[in-house]
């Protein structure tokens, strides 16, 4: 009976939250032409699509419709026309090449594990002699 009522008020509550989902998704769409028209020509960019494909590079011709995006595939440069309802996010970006902050953070952890290690061990053959 619990479970009824339950059930019963998820269902209501989700057919009420669906038109502001829809409403949303639309003034989602005409933010981020909001967000793509305030951009600089030929700054750099991060672009994420819905479909989860992250791209950099930059926006170029901008219409009604959607825009292009230059961005480099396979060391070409290559002019991929976009549209807004498939954009998620766009942000600005120092540059258009991805950086190497996480590389540099790896090693930093790698190189304290590899240090606590080592002082275990020295201290582990202290204790026994």
Do not use: C
Not at 4 to 16: D, E, G, K, V, Y
Not at 35 to 54: D, F
Not at 58 to 74: A, K, M, Q
């Amino acid at each position: 009976m619990v479970w009824r009522q339950i059930t019963s008020l998820f269902l209501a509550a989700l057919m009420a939250a669906m038109p502001s989902l829809a409403r949303s998704q639309a003034s989602s769409t005409s933010s981020i032409e909001e967000k793509i028209r305030a951009i600089q020509p030929n700054s750099p960019v991060e672009v994420r699509l819905h479909n989860g494909t992250k791209l950099r590079g930059t926006i170029g011709e901008v219409s009604d419709t959607g825009y292009v995006l230059t961005h480099e595939t396979s060391g070409q440069l290559v002019k991929q026309s976009l549209t807004y309802q498939e954009t998620r996010s766009v942000k600005n970006v120092d540059s258009v090449n991805p950086g190497h902050g996480s590389k540099h953070i790896y090693t930093a952890i790698a190189i304290g594990m590899i240090a606590v290690a080592v002082i275990a061990v020295v201290v582990l053959l202290k204790n026994r002699g």
